[in-house]
């Protein structure tokens, strides 16, 4: 489990609810799942460093259904409060940094929480040249896709990834992607200090035109008109991840996409990609996919 901040869950009895599942696969998806079962009662509480998107259900993870009893809740997330009694599959959406509250007395209710490293979702948001939207609070609501994904992850995750660390990451990403599309707002003010999307559309652009040979952070910082350790510190707040890891981002991207094509071998991808050999190539799609070149070329 990436570390989330303080999370507190307990039951109406004082007991830890029964956890289903936990955890992430290999690999560097910035995403990861817990599924926990009450049956008494439902204390919730944290202040977090990642986003948590929660849903709340009572039957079994592996059945389409999502059954819930009409269970009371009361939630409060970052001095906002709602009393409700939430549909079955229903979302809440805590942003980093919120004090989060949530507490229920029913029994029997199933909570699937998934957390999303906000650096992660600050890449995707860039890369989909979404840069000024940030995650929107919610204290209620129903995405059904999002459901079923995160059910998805939950359910690899309690039967130690069956599916492979390949196929959670693309769910992983795939979970982040419909998170940005369709729960995220543009932010009110730009924020100064930030680096605006036609800089960083040059800066990817350069990069992409070098990824055959080395890329160097002054240069980035050259055509972004700043000193270079101005330039990493502001260019790091832009995007989520720093210059170095940005660019090795954009290698694996096109690496992934030549494997994939099928058409050259891994120490001609390594070569075009700006790589030291096949063998560095792959142990960084090992490090970031949770696979071999091999498993995803198949």
């Given at each position: 489990?990436?570390?989330?901040?303080?999370?507190?869950l307990?039951?109406?009895?004082?007991?830890?609810?029964?956890?289903?599942?936990?955890?992430?696969?290999?690999?560097?998806?910035?995403?990861?799942?817990?599924?926990?079962?009450?049956?008494?009662?439902?204390?919730?509480?944290?202040?977090?460093?990642?986003?948590?998107?929660?849903?709340?259900?009572?039957?079994?993870?592996?059945?389409?259904?999502?059954d819930?009893?009409?269970?009371?809740?009361?939630?409060?997330?970052?001095?906002?409060?709602?009393?409700?009694?939430?549909?079955?599959?229903?979302?809440?959406?805590?942003?980093?940094?919120?004090?989060?509250?949530?507490?229920?007395?029913?029994?029997?209710?199933?909570?699937?929480?998934?957390?999303?490293?906000?650096g992660?979702?600050?890449?995707a948001?860039?890369?989909?040249?979404?840069?000024?939207?940030?995650?929107?609070?919610?204290?209620?609501?129903?995405?059904?896709?999002?459901?079923?994904?995160?059910?998805?992850?939950?359910?690899?995750?309690?039967?130690?990834?069956?599916?492979?660390?390949?196929?959670?990451?693309?769910?992983?990403?795939?979970?982040?992607?419909?998170?940005?599309?369709?729960?995220?707002?543009?932010?009110?003010?730009?924020?100064?200090?930030?680096?605006?999307?036609?800089?960083?559309?040059?800066?990817?652009?350069?990069?992409?035109?070098?990824?055959?040979?080395?890329?160097?952070?002054?240069?980035l910082?050259?055509?972004?008109?700043?000193?270079?350790?101005?330039?990493?510190?502001?260019?790091?707040?832009?995007?989520g991840?720093?210059?170095?890891?940005?660019?090795?981002?954009?290698?694996?991207?096109?690496?992934?996409?030549?494997?994939?094509?099928?058409?050259?071998?891994?120490?001609?991808?390594?070569?075009?990609?700006?790589?030291?050999?096949?063998?560095?190539?792959?142990?960084?799609?090992?490090?970031?996919?949770?696979?071999?070149?091999?498993?995803?070329?198949?």
């Amino acid at each position: 489990m990436i570390d989330l901040g303080e999370l507190h869950l307990m039951q109406g009895d004082g007991n830890s609810p029964r956890t289903l599942a936990a955890g992430s696969a290999p690999g560097e998806s910035g995403v990861s799942v817990l599924a926990v079962r009450f049956q008494s009662g439902v204390h919730f509480s944290a202040t977090l460093r990642h986003h948590l998107v929660c849903f709340q259900l009572s039957s079994e993870l592996n059945t389409e259904r999502c059954d819930a009893r009409q269970t009371r809740w009361e939630c409060r997330i970052a001095g906002r409060t709602l009393h409700h009694t939430p549909p079955a599959g229903s979302l809440a959406i805590c942003p980093a940094g919120s004090d989060t509250i949530a507490n229920a007395d029913g029994g029997g209710v199933i909570l699937i929480i998934v957390a999303v490293d906000p650096g992660q979702l600050m890449l995707a948001a860039a890369e989909d040249s979404a840069r000024e939207r940030k995650l929107v609070l919610r204290l209620s609501g129903y995405d059904h896709p999002l459901l079923q994904l995160a059910r998805t992850l939950a359910l690899e995750s309690g039967t130690d990834y069956p599916g492979g660390p390949l196929f959670w990451n693309e769910v992983a990403h795939e979970f982040v992607d419909e998170l940005l599309a369709r729960h995220t707002s543009l932010s009110e003010s730009r924020e100064r200090g930030r680096l605006s999307k036609d800089v960083l559309m040059q800066l990817k652009d350069y990069v992409v035109a070098h990824l055959d040979g080395p890329v160097k952070i002054a240069t980035l910082a050259k055509l972004a008109g700043r000193s270079r350790y101005n330039f990493t510190r502001v260019f790091t707040g832009s995007v989520g991840v720093s210059p170095s890891r940005y660019v090795m981002y954009l290698r694996l991207q096109r690496a992934v996409e030549l494997v994939r094509d099928g058409r050259s071998g891994l120490a001609e991808i390594a070569a075009r990609t700006g790589f030291a050999d096949q063998s560095h190539l792959s142990r960084w799609v090992r490090r970031v996919y949770g696979a071999s070149p091999k498993k995803i070329g198949n």
